[in-house]
């Protein structure tokens, strides 16, 4: 065995252990300890008829940025940044111990408990007990604070609900937060909002928004708000959200920690240096001048920033201080009153209130911080780590539903999957799946899914030996077998054609996974060296096929190691929910050029047409797109590739901003077009037809559709970006049609609900644009789309993208970026990734919908794009399998190459978003409804399933639902509920300023962020909305009722404890449009 390959298992193996030690505490039986004072409890009593400071004693650890995670943790890369987690949590606890008064919040799971792990059980012990009273208290609990414009709702709830399952197993309900924190992500969606929500979270704060937005809610008291997080949801979806007055760092002059160079607090009596009235003076007029924008007599201070409180004596020392000598003015008049708190203590003050608060529909995309720096660049970073990212996501669910059907478990399953769930954690960070990292850092976060992919690698592979082959072991043993037949192997590469199996056997089995809980139709495309196959299905049929040459751009990419020279290609229908279907493949020795691919004919005066009875596009003499049929309808539509050269400069001024890692900000708003003539090759068959376009050297795409689909799909290859000429350039893909849209399109959210954009302009505030290109780009997970009263267009990605319609009728996405300069806003490098010594290749996927918008018979065009959606995002996934010790006739006797793993498929819009193993004996599942309402006649109306029936296979013995995240009884959460202000005032609720100021000074959004720092350039009168809406705001004295949360739409009751002799019908659910619910499902002992 290969020495790294025993290093892992001994790293498994170990992490296992660890595993197996810890205790796992079962949701029934919540964590008992007397006299606990945490949460709301624990907090420091306010003073009526005094202005409140709420200082927020906090670290923001970000996992992996200029160094990677472990040398953030360890402390070691100095040189880069002075930065070591380890040496904050230890020092944190130790001031706390020493004083029960201090408080201090942590947010970011993932470096705790890697803390955690090594310390001894009197440490723990502490630990648990500075919890219990609240003293350090968990805010937002997730594995990592994660990005909101580039990451999937399923792999946000996925890290959400293992970062709190550690809380909940390890500190109980003290250990659950109750609030947001997402303090530094660069806009904020609403599917965040929503997802919060519904985890049973009392509100959420963040400190970046765009700087128009953030003066418009300052000036009118609206900073804070009830943000209504899902057009389908109701009042369950709702969240209080409060936008940070200082994003989250200290005031000026009041960072008082050791990175940081502001003068402490000197008190001594006979000091020449003595400053306690100065700095008393100076903070006091700080916290009334940042009172005067905030509704209640409460007000948040934030005093902490980047990897602070290394040393925490220093920091709490100066800080009591700063309590101490503020508080005693209070006996000569002085009204305001400072206390140590938590961000869960400063919302229930603001509850308390009683007053009544604006509301929010839209989100807070995109997010600028002057004039020219707009933050849409980081939507596209970095496309293959994106990318790399979905198939993560795409490989933990196989993991962990194999995992979760596995007939007998092995003791290492919950280690790996454990490893897979927490590097996926990881790559949800803002400064990871966001490609605003440093090139070391990129690679290390690449590294650690490889390593995750290949742990649960040997979960799948144990379990579908199970499954597939007959155990020789006895029924009684609960030990699987360790001898494997088959090696079930993953090629990560199939999308460059490369997988070794397939290209170094005559023989081989292919299973094909299906993780969605419906059966589903593929075609399958595999890479072979020779042209002559024969694939046999499970019940030894002989399959159609195809075989297809390899794109001569792909085979020019360097370094792929084998050499498929073609792709064949097969119709796989029927897989089984949940279940897999398993072909075997076998070359054949005949002479015959059968199978040999040939291209059609090129085309020098007419349309080249592809398609099928759904669809068909045409392609003129130049080689570009120039129309489409579906639908009955016919329309010119061109798809091009274009780039923007990026913006270079010093950085000095807002003028001079470069386009980098985060920035989006094109030369002149310029594009540039990278051909006006196109080569094209033309290959038509049974299955597939294709037309194949070269644009210039390093541009090219392949433009297929399939015999019955009704969209097209365009997979592009761009790179090497050449930049000889010293210009960075931004490379989109730009669909042009008739469509009358109006300024307006839609862009999805996280990948589930859609949200209206319109051109130049925002929802809750005048906009003035000095960015027309990147001021109108929104993030796109999964789908963009723009339609009329007759036509409807639609892109569905395979990754997070930047998008927008700049003219009526026409959708662009950025598909790479490769960029020579820095944008100054903390990472320090360039945006120039390189591979084998050249600019890196990106290669990729968008699905092409077209159609009538409205009457449209059968399935409505949204809800095909929503199925298909669905489909993109968890497709069969392909295990490969040497087959030389087997011929056919052995393959098809011999094993099991057909399971289903549920006993029944849901229906269409119903998606089964979670099957995974949870604590001993039991699954966590959700239920998803994926349609919005009104999207479709049949599919958008509720829908019941009986939740025994879809998962007879599984002996269940009781069921109860929980919150999104399944660490909370949902019949047992109750949340703070905030009255929006009546409709008649919503308008009218502004604040009156005497005068304007000649000149604005904005707040550095550059990190790392310590102390309050100020640009130098000043923005002139008249740049920022807010000042001609200045209306006086009307006074609010009465106290509204409050009431608990109402329950979702279509929820039926929140507890579903049954046992096992209960009416079978009880298990019966039912989903609203875009309603997820979750159960922990407990079964019956083996």
């Known amino acids: 065995m290969p020495r790294g390959t025993i290093y892992w298992f001994v790293v498994f193996y170990i992490f296992a252990y660890i595993l197996q030690d810890a205790e796992m505490r079962n949701i029934h039986a919540p964590y008992e300890s007397p006299a606990s004072q945490c949460g709301y409890l624990s907090c420091h009593p306010t003073k009526p008829n005094m202005l409140n400071v709420h200082l927020i004693a906090h670290t923001h650890d970000d996992v992996g940025w200029l160094k990677t995670v472990d040398q953030y943790y360890y402390g070691s890369e100095t040189n880069i940044q002075k930065a070591g987690v380890q040496y904050i949590i230890d020092s944190v606890v130790d001031a706390l111990l020493k004083d029960p008064e201090k408080r201090f919040i942590y947010v970011e799971s993932a470096y705790f408990f890697k803390w955690w792990r090594e310390q001894t059980s009197t440490v723990q012990e502490s630990v648990q007990k500075l919890v219990r009273e609240g003293r350090l208290e968990f805010i ?20 959400f609900s293992w970062g709190l399952r550690r809380l909940n197993d390890t500190f109980g309900e003290c250990g659950r937060p109750r609030v947001g924190w997402q303090i530094d992500p660069f806009g904020h969606s609403r599917e965040m909002a929503s997802i919060f929500a519904q985890m049973g979270f009392d509100g959420m704060f963040f400190g970046r928004l765009d700087y128009q937005d953030k003066d418009e809610r300052l000036m009118t008291k609206n900073a804070e708000m009830i943000w209504h997080g899902s057009a389908n949801l109701g009042k369950s979806s709702d969240l209080f959200t409060g936008a940070l007055y200082n994003n989250y760092q200290a005031p000026e002059g009041f960072c008082f920690d050791i990175l940081c160079t502001d003068d402490p607090i000197i008190d001594g009596k006979h000091s020449p240096d003595n400053n306690v009235k100065e700095r008393v003076d100076a903070f006091l007029d700080y916290a009334k001048t940042q009172s005067k924008y905030y ?78 720096a707009y ?59 966001t490609g605003t990292e440093k090139q070391k850092v990129a ?70 996974y299906n993780p969605l809980a419906h059966f589903t139709d593929e075609y399958v495309r595999v890479p072979v060296p020779h042209y002559d196959y024969k694939v046999i299905d499970n019940n030894g049929a002989a399959m159609d096929i195809q075989i297809l040459p390899v794109p001569h751009s792909v085979m020019k990419i360097k370094n792929k190691s084998l050499k498929a020279e073609y792709e064949l290609v097969f119709f796989a229908t029927n897989l089984p929910p949940m279940g897999y279907r398993t072909y075997y493949i076998e070359k054949l020795n005949s002479s015959e050029n059968l199978c040999r691919p040939n291209v059609s004919p090129k085309k020098t005066s007419s349309l080249t047409v592809i398609g099928n009875e759904h669809i068909k596009l045409g392609f003129d003499t130049n080689g570009f797109l120039s129309e489409v049929t579906a639908d009955g309808l016919t329309q ?170 700049l003219q009526d009728g026409a959708i662009e996405l950025m598909v790479h970026r490769r960029l020579l300069h820095d944008d100054a806003f903390g990472v320090g490098e360039a945006l120039n990734e390189t591979e084998h010594g050249e600019g890196l290749i990106a290669r990729g996927k968008h699905f092409f919908f077209f159609g009538q918008s409205g009457n449209r018979s059968g399935v409505s065009l949204k809800a095909s794009e929503r199925i298909a959606q669905l ?147 000043a923005l002139p009168s008249g740049q920022l909305g807010a000042e001609s809406n200045r209306i006086k705001r009307a006074a609010y004295t009465e106290r509204p009722e409050l ?33 997820i619910r979750t159960f922990v499902i407990t079964l019956s002992h083996v």
């Open 295 to 372: 509704r209640t007599n409460n007000v948040v201070i934030t005093m902490g920033g980047d990897f602070t409180y290394q040393a925490a004596q220093v920091y709490y020392k100066n800080l009591d201080k700063l309590i101490r000598y503020s508080n005693a003015r209070q006996v000569n008049g002085s009204n305001i009153n400072l206390i140590y708190s938590t961000p869960s203590c400063y919302l229930k003050s603001l509850h308390e209130s009683g007053i009544t608060w604006p509301t929010k529909s839209d989100d807070f995309f995109p997010y600028a911080s002057d004039p020219h």
């Open 871 to 1017: 489909g993109k995002l968890l497709p069969a996934w392909k295990f490969f399998s040497n087959m030389k010790s087997y011929n056919s006739e052995e393959w098809l006797t011999s094993f099991k190459n057909i399971f289903q793993g549920i006993s029944l498929a849901l229906p269409k819009p119903v998606h089964l978003l979670t099957l995974e193993p949870w604590h001993q004996n039991q699954l966590l599942v959700r239920f998803e409804h994926i349609m919005e309402k009104g999207e479709d006649v049949h599919l958008s109306k509720p829908v019941q399933i009986n939740v025994k029936s879809v998962l007879s296979s599984f002996d269940i013995d009781d069921m109860r639902e929980t919150t999104l995240d399944g660490n909370a009884w949902l019949n047992e959460t109750e949340r703070l509920q905030f009255v929006p202000d009546p409709e008649e005032e919503e308008y009218n609720s502004y604040a009156t300023f005497s005068r304007s100021a000649k000149a604005i000074h904005l707040l550095s959004a550059a990190k790392p962020l310590l102390g309050v720092q100020y640009y130098d350039e």
């Open 375 to 433: 933050w849409t660049g980081y939507f596209t970073s970095r496309p293959t780590l994106k990318r790399y990212e979905r198939d993560g996501n795409h490989f933990l669910q196989v993991c962990k539903q194999l995992s979760a059907m596995a007939p007998k478990k092995s003791p290492e399953f919950e280690a790996h999957l454990t490893f897979m769930r927490e590097t996926l954690g990881i790559m949800q960070h803002h400064d990871a799946i």
């Open 443 to 512: 690679l290390d976060y690449a590294k650690r899914m490889s390593v995750g992919v290949r742990a649960c690698a040997t979960n799948t592979r144990n379990v579908l030996n199970q499954l597939s082959v007959k155990s020789e072991t006895s029924s009684r043993t609960s030990e699987p077998r360790t001898d494997y037949i088959f090696d079930f192997k993953i090629c990560p590469l199939l999308n460059i054609t490369s997988c070794p199996v397939s290209e170094s056997n005559d023989r081989f089995a292919l299973t094909l």
């Open 636 to 805: 010119i539509i061109s798809q091009e590739f274009l780039y923007y050269e990026g913006a270079k400069g010093n950085n000095e001024e807002f003028l001079n901003r470069s386009s980098g890692a985060y920035i989006f900000r094109p030369n002149q708003n310029k594009i540039h077009f990278v051909a006006t003539q196109v080569e094209i090759e033309v290959y038509r068959g049974e299955l597939v037809q294709e037309v194949r376009q070269k644009f210039n050297d390093w541009i090219s795409q392949v433009v297929r559709v399939y015999r019955t689909r009704s969209y097209a799909e365009f997979e592009w290859l761009v790179g090497p970006i050449p930049v000889d000429d010293n210009v960075g350039k931004e490379v989109i893909t730009r669909f042009t049609s008739g469509i009358e849209s109006a300024g307006t399109f839609y862009t999805d959210s996280n990948g589930r609900e859609m949200i209206k954009r319109r051109r130049n302009q925002r929802d809750t505030w005048n906009l003035k644009l000095n960015e027309e290109v990147s001021g109108n780009y929104y993030p796109v997970t999964t789908k963009i789309a723009l339609e009329d009263g007759t036509a409807r267009m639609a892109i569905l990605t395979d990754r997070a993208q930047g998008g927008s319609s």
């Open 1043 to 1075: 009431h608990k949360d109402d329950q979702a739409p279509g929820s039926i009751g929140a507890d579903f404890t049954l046992k096992s002799g209960s009416d079978h019908q009880q298990y019966t659910i039912e989903l609203s449009p875009m309603q």
């Open 140 to 159: 937002g609990g997730a594995w990592s604070m994660n990005d909101e414009a580039t990451t999937h709702y399923q792999s946000i709830i996925d890290q």
